[in-house]
């Protein structure tokens, strides 16, 4: 079994599953470090997947594209976004109160809306889910190539919202504005930033990426959608934000190591 483990078909696996693992959690982890870098903490972001999962999914079986579907479960990840900045920002209620409440409600209407178009049926429908896109070249580089340059569109995405959301936050009037709310909104106030609008929009740009992560898991990772779809990820996400520090790069980092975890187990079950 050792030798197995230190094959390079298997590393080369490994290194694939690992980004695959983390793809839906970098995403809800960097939409939950734009929130926070605003001053809202969202524990909506469980119930955002789960319905961007469900939408995704629905969307896709309905017209048959992928893309639809990817859109449609970043627009409604905004629009339950909308309902936590109208909780939390404008009528002032609690954070973790209005973020627990929109997971539960999300929950139960991720699944009433599925058996509405679904039913209930013994073999749950399926996609045809995302196909792996190769990179050439980079794809023949020895051992990592072919596992981190083998990888579905939607991991590339969310390779490039890393270095992209931080050259907005920490190197933009953009991003010192966000900053600048989430840490001292007084102080923002003063000089004329508006701090409402700031966190909705932030809130709103992290929901997008919330429903977008999950519906990953069932346009990509998977290709059809159950109830426990999102297993967590949602709540392993905000452990990343507090991991990384509210830093874009280290909160990925984190969520790739936890990619890797996942992606190490499953495949030494398979060993047996």
Same mark, same amino acid.
Not at 39 to 61: C, K, P, R, S
Not at 209 to 217: D, H, K, T, V, Y
């Given at each position: 079994m050792i030798n197995e483990i230190f094959n390079i078909a298997f590393i080369t696996g490994l290194i694939g599953a690992t980004m695959r693992m983390a793809t839906p959690i970098i995403f809800a982890t960097i939409g939950e470090i734009i929130s926070e870098r605003s001053?809202?903490?969202?524990?909506?972001?469980?119930?955002?997947?789960?319905?961007?999962?469900?939408?995704?999914?629905?969307?896709? *079986?309905i017209t048959g594209s992928l893309w639809l579907g990817v859109i449609a479960a970043a627009l409604v990840g905004m629009v339950l976004a909308l309902l936590m900045a109208l909780l939390s920002v404008y009528l002032g209620l609690s954070q973790h109160v209005s973020g627990l409440s929109i997971t539960l409600f999300?929950?139960?209407?991720? %699944?009433?809306? *599925?058996?509405? *178009?679904?039913?209930?049926p013994i073999i749950p429908p399926t996609v045809q889910p995302f196909t792996q896109v190769t990179i050439p070249l980079l794809s023949r580089i020895p051992i990592i190539g072919d596992g981190i340059f083998n990888q579905y569109l939607l991991t590339y995405l969310a390779l490039l919202l890393i270095p992209v959301i931080s050259l907005i936050l *920490?190197?933009?009037?953009?991003?010192?504005?966000?900053?600048?709310?989430?840490?001292?909104?007084?102080?923002? !106030?003063?000089?004329?930033?508006?701090?409402?609008?700031?966190?909705?929009?932030?809130?709103?740009?992290g929901?997008?990426? %919330?429903?977008?992560?999950?519906?990953?898991?069932?346009?990509? +990772?998977?290709? %059809?959608?159950l109830i426990d779809v999102i297993g967590g990820r949602g709540w392993i996400a905000i452990a990343m934000v507090i991991f990384g520090n509210? !830093?874009?790069?280290?909160?990925?980092?984190?969520?790739?190591?936890?990619?890797?975890? !996942?992606?190490?187990?499953?495949?030494? +079950?398979g060993l047996g």
């Open positions: 001053g809202v903490l969202n524990l909506g972001i469980e119930g955002i997947m789960l319905m961007g999962a469900m939408t995704g999914f629905l969307i896709t *079986y999300s929950t139960g209407l991720a %699944m009433f809306i *599925y058996r509405l *178009y679904i039913g209930s *920490y190197k933009t009037q953009v991003g010192l504005k966000i900053r600048t709310v989430g840490e001292n909104p007084f102080a923002a !106030d003063t000089v004329g930033v508006n701090v409402n609008l700031t966190r909705t929009l932030c809130l709103v740009a929901g997008a990426l %919330m429903g977008i992560g999950g519906a990953f898991l069932t346009l990509a +990772h998977q290709n %059809m959608f509210w !830093d874009p790069l280290k909160g990925a980092l984190g969520a790739i190591m936890f990619g890797f975890l !996942d992606g190490l187990q499953l495949r030494l +079950h």
